[in-house]
C-alpha cells in the first residue's frame, strides 16, 4: 500500500526555535513536494525536490530529501508567528506526465510568541 | 500566475440532491484533479483528467463522477448527496510534462455541507 507518513501532526513552538517535520513515504518517486495551507484557504507550493541530496530554501524554511530513506525533511529556523499553518507533504508516484500525487496527512504548526 | 477557479466557496445540500461542483483552469493544463481534505486524513484523490473527455479514478471515487468536455474546465458531480460527503473539496490542476519541477496549482476550495 502506498503511503506518506509525516511526523508530527502537531507542532506548538515558540518563536525563534528551530524545529524539523518529517515526511516518511513508502514508494519510490520522481518528486517529493511540500505545500503549506493556511487556516480557510487552498494550498500553496513551496518545494518540489526531484533528486535524492537535494536542498532547497525560501527564507526560514528548509527542505531536503534522501531517496534511498525516503524521507524528506522540512526544517523550521528561528520561526516567527507567520509559520504558522499546516504542511503538507506529497509524493508523485503516477509516473511520467499524469502527476498523480499522495498526501501526507499535514502538520499543524503553532508558531507561540 | 495561473488561477484555478472555483465556482462556489460554500454550499449547503440536502441528503439526496444531485450536486455539482465547478472547476475552471486559465493555464492550458492538461491535468487536473479532484479532492476531498478532512480533518485528519490529509488530501484523497476522487479522480482525475488528463485530457478532454479522458478521466481515471483515484482512491476514493464512490458516490462521485466527473465531466472534462472542455480542456479548462473539471467538474465533480455527487449523484446523489449523502451527509458523509460533507467536505471540503479542493481542485487541482498542472500542466502535464511529467518532467522537472511540474506542480499542482490549487483552487480556493468549496466547504460542502449535506444535512
Known amino acids: 500500500e502506498l503511503k506518506v507518513e509525516q511526523n508530527p501532526l502537531f507542532l506548538s513552538m515558540q518563536e525563534g526555535k528551530n524545529y524539523t517535520i518529517y515526511c516518511n513515504y513508502s514508494t519510490t518517486s520522481d518528486r517529493l513536494y511540500w505545500y503549506r495551507q493556511d487556516p480557510g484557504k487552498s494550498l500553496e507550493s513551496l518545494f518540489v525536490?526531484?533528486?535524492n541530496g537535494a536542498v532547497k530554501q525560501e527564507g526560514r524554511l528548509m527542505a531536503s530529501l534522501d531517496t534511498k530513506a525516503r524521507l524528506s525533511t522540512l526544517h523550521i529556523t528561528a520561526a516567527v508567528h507567520d509559520l504558522s499553518a499546516t504542511y503538507f507533504c506529497a509524493v508523485d508516484w503516477g509516473g511520467g506526465a499524469t502527476n498523480k500525487l499522495i498526501f501526507g496527512t499535514g502538520t499543524l504548526l503553532a508558531v507561540q510568541p | 500566475d495561473v488561477k484555478v477557479t472555483q465556482s462556489s466557496r460554500y454550499l449547503v445540500k440536502r441528503t439526496g440532491e444531485k450536486v455539482f461542483l465547478e472547476c475552471v483552469q486559465d493555464?492550458?493544463?492538461?491535468?487536473m484533479f479532484w479532492y476531498r481534505q478532512d480533518p485528519g486524513l490529509g488530501l484523497r484523490l476522487i479522480y482525475f483528467?488528463?485530457?478532454?473527455?479522458?478521466?481515471e479514478k483515484g482512491d476514493i471515487p464512490e458516490g462521485y463522477s466527473v465531466s472534462r468536455e472542455k480542456k479548462e474546465r473539471f467538474s465533480l458531480i455527487l449523484e446523489s448527496a449523502s451527509t458523509n460527503q460533507t467536505s471540503m473539496y479542493l481542485c487541482?490542476?498542472?500542466f502535464g510534462s511529467g518532467i522537472g519541477e511540474e506542480t499542482q496549482y490549487f483552487g480556493p476550495g468549496t466547504r460542502l455541507l449535506v444535512l
Open positions: 493555464m492550458d493544463h492538461e491535468n
Open positions: 525536490l526531484l533528486s
Open positions: 483528467s488528463y485530457d478532454v473527455k479522458m478521466k
Open positions: 487541482a490542476s498542472s
